[in-house]
């Protein structure tokens, strides 16, 4: 499908048009900067550091590093309390570009483009996609259900053409690609641009325990199952032993109050942090009780590599033209 939108590479000024998606606890500066330096482009979650001082100075470290463009990605919603102190600190320190999830982005729109800075806001439907175009977005990433850690419902096959017909900004797809093949695939779908995540967890670059890398590698696309435990959001994680005996659906209560008009949002909030403690606990450590979230695409991961390499496999599949 042509369009006449801009790349991703276009809007940021690099050269290969993919984004090394922000994963919690996994996205870290040494994978910002490899994936900088290899022509591409990625983001770090406000969220891996754990104050807002250690966000500027993470920031401040990686501008040293490489002068490429990079970005930060920040939860919008009352469950970031940070929120609001991380955008001022990002619009200071003029990052490249935000990747906005879980909430309304037009006060970091606003902040943003104030300050020159671009914004990227992660979507499901086509619903949702228009409210964030007509507020100014740079550029919609279509999180598709192929998608790890936060999947939408949609494939990207249906997602990304209706997202293009329904609205002006360039459309990024998120979820189930990690071969050429598949970034070939999407780009002729119209797509200015993949952000891709789950392959980039077996890097060397990725600072979590290697017994993690190694899962990325042995299980596959049916070892992923969707759980409301960790942050009373649906979410993607592999089918470990301990998955399996806790089960993936909340409990009797925990629904209830999930439900409840006036509780839900703080209960949301709470459930968000336990399951962000499990989450830390076992991306860093190799314990029984583990969650490791991922995406069906690592159904083609077949080794650790360094990212370099993987972002130089996957460049081969841009196509020349959309």
Known sequence: METNRPLVSDLLGIEVPIIVAPMFLVSNEAMIIAACNAGATAAIPALNYRTVDELREGIRRIKTATDKPFGINLIVNKSNLLYKEQLEVCCDEKIAFFITSLGSPKETIDHAHANGIKVFCDVTDVQYAKKVDELGADAIIA???????HAGGIPAAKLVPELLKACKAPVISAGGVSTPDGVTEIMKMGASGLSIGSVFIATEEAGVSDEYKQAIVDYGA?????????SGTPCTVIKTPYVEKIGTEQNWLEKILNKNKRLKKWFKALTFLRGMKKLRKAAFSATYKTLWCAGPSIEHVKAIRPLQDVIIELKAGVPYEK
């Open 143 to 149: 999180v598709n259900k192929d998608a790890g850690g």
């Open 222 to 230: 049916k070892d992923i199952v969707m759980t409301t435990k960790l």
